[in-house]
């Protein structure tokens, strides 16, 4: 048989490879980009080994006791004499902080990625379907999404978790209720603008039904300014996520390794001057929300063809 | 159009954005069994014996009709004010009576954050937009990415930290650091114009803002010591407020500044300073009251999580309070009134915007 050249060449490779490039020569967004890659394999490693601390770490911060029993010590502050485990000191109950920290990235990402893909899935369906679907349905959805987006944010967060029942999964269900109406604009006003294009209504007169026109040629003709909304929602999510926790309306186990819990329970020592168990996690945070910031307006500059300069 | 038909319009147009926000909290309340509704809707001022409000609460809200009967029910409360009970240790009472407690206090601090940000913004974001690619210009852009990173409670924490006793290590704080005003500055005893004559409690009048008041009174030491408590907090709200908007100028300003009217101008030899003023600035701030009004309701998030972080007795304290200690009509209340605030702001601000700009009534 003669050789038939593969084509690995498909037009997504090649794109992804060329935006990639594009990216990385910006560099705020490779700052960006190393900030953001670093955060999720670190969240990543402890879905995948849980053991990397060296202690489990499932649930509870009082794993990183490490067998001891907790005390009523104040927090012992940052030094290297007690090796790494305690490099960037204690907080309540001399729970060190570092192994800490590193496996609230764990709750706080996974599950800011999970709450903004579903948000984005969500969002894009309707809106995508609102728009090219017209008339009354596109009334319909978007007067519901005026009013979700008629409520400031936290406050419709508090309410829907206190309604679902104030525990950590409630807090994710809740602000995917509360995250696609956000996506649904976006979505239904790119769908707007490519409906009458020469290539849907050929789809159409070869036969493509509605729904197959909404999810095989509309859709992902309208994901690129998606990405860029999901690359800065899960910025936002993760601080929407510490700040509920940090509010105190989320119930259940006030050990659960999340970065907002790690600030409360450092909060109370702040007046005496003890500062690190509250700041060194708010940079932590701080640095991650930039980091993700920085990507998505690069993926911003980099998708929209007018900005690229 | 004329501006008037247009207001009209737009207020037409509110009523099912404020029929839908009811019947969302209307629906999420009752995912709460009715005997749990119908028990915290007991008045704890009330002389009437429990069992019979128990069975008033059962009437009153409709709880043993169909559903649509009581959301109608639902509406006719609303109507009427009756939000609910609380009974909590933060407050006790009607959730309209806590609304009425504390909204004055949110209101205080919404609006010194909301002149802070526009006073400095306009101006500053009309500076550096005429000056992209300048030194200033790079300081606003890092400005803008922290002020969207840092998280609210945070920024509160750290201002704590910066001017409270501990880091320096002084013998007062620089600025306090919770509550709306400390007890020592209250005169002795209370003036009647600070008590609140049916509760009996801290209550000013006659704007219920503490430091307005005081200053109509001529309490100039107490209205610098509400102040003094407003200091903090409104820093951290406008923290984050005034990145969003600082850039949202800049970038309207550099727009401008490249469309065609703005060459013309300076072909025809008006001064640089005269073209920015007249010609970029003025178009360009357009756009910005639209993003004021989308602002506000991150201020109203803002506000939620900074009262709570300061002890600032206002809105936001309270609704937390609220869903920590199972208030389910104190957290409805609130909600709602958020909700109420951002509807009437986005209604303001369309029509300023119209008023601004002809073509928008279309």
Known sequence: ?309 | MQLGFYVLRRIIAMIPTLFGLTLLMFLLERTIPPSILASQYVNPDSTVPIQQQLHNAYIELGLNRPAPVQFFYYLINLLHGNLGYMNSSYYSGSVLGAIETYFPNTAQLVIFSMALTLLISFPLGTYIGARPGSISDHASRIFAITGYAIPTFWLGLMLQLLFGRGVMNLPVSVFPLDGIVSSSALPNPLPSWLINPVTGALYSSPTHMILFDALLHGDFSLAFNAFMHLVLPVITLTYALLAGLLRFIRSGMVDTSRKEFVRTARAKGVPERLVVTRHIRRNALIPAVTVVGLLLADLLGGVVVTETVFEYPGMGLLSVNAAISDEIYGVVGTTLVFGLIMVIVNLIVDVVYAYLDPRIRY
């Open chain 1, 1 to 309: 048989m003669s050789s038939v050249p593969i084509h690995n060449k498909h037009p997504f490779f090649e794109q992804s490879k060329f935006l990639t490039k594009l990216l990385v020569r910006n560099r705020a967004s490779l700052a960006g980009i190393v900030i953001t890659v670093v955060y999720f394999a670190i969240a990543l490693l402890d879905i995948f080994y849980p053991h990397y601390l060296g202690v489990e770490n499932d649930t509870s911060m009082l794993f990183f006791l490490r067998g001891h029993s907790i005390s009523s010590l104040p927090p012992t502050p940052p030094t290297m004499r007690d090796g790494w485990w305690y490099f960037l000191g204690t907080t309540v109950s001399t729970i060190p902080i570092f192994p800490s920290m590193l496996a609230a990235l764990r709750y706080d990402l996974i599950y800011s990625v999970l709450i903004v893909v579903a948000g984005a899935v969500i969002g894009t369906f309707f809106g995508a379907l609102s728009a090219y679907f017209g008339g009354a349905t596109d009334e319909t959805l978007m007067r519901i999404t005026d009013i979700f987006l008629s409520i400031p944010l936290i406050p419709l967060a508090i309410a829907v978790t206190f309604f679902l029942g104030s525990y950590f999964i409630d807090e994710v269900y809740a602000l995917i209720f509360v995250s696609w109406p956000a996506f649904a604009r976006l979505a239904r006003g790119e769908t707007l603008s490519i409906r009458n294009q020469a290539y849907i209504h050929a789809a159409t007169s070869a036969g493509s039904s509605r729904l197959r026109n909404i999810f095989v040629h509309v859709i992902p003709n309208v994901l690129s300014p998606i990405y860029v909304q999901a690359s800065l929602g899960i910025g936002r999510v993760v601080l929407i996520f510490a700040t509920l926790d940090f509010l105190g309306i989320i119930r259940g186990n006030p050990y659960m390794p999340e970065l907002g819990k790690l600030m409360v329970l450092g909060e109370s020592y702040l007046p005496e001057g003890i500062w690190w168990p509250v700041v060194i996690p708010g940079v932590f945070l701080v640095i991650f929300v930039v980091g993700i910031n920085l990507l998505g307006d690069g993926l911003r500059d980099v998708l929209d063809p007018r900005l690229r300069g």
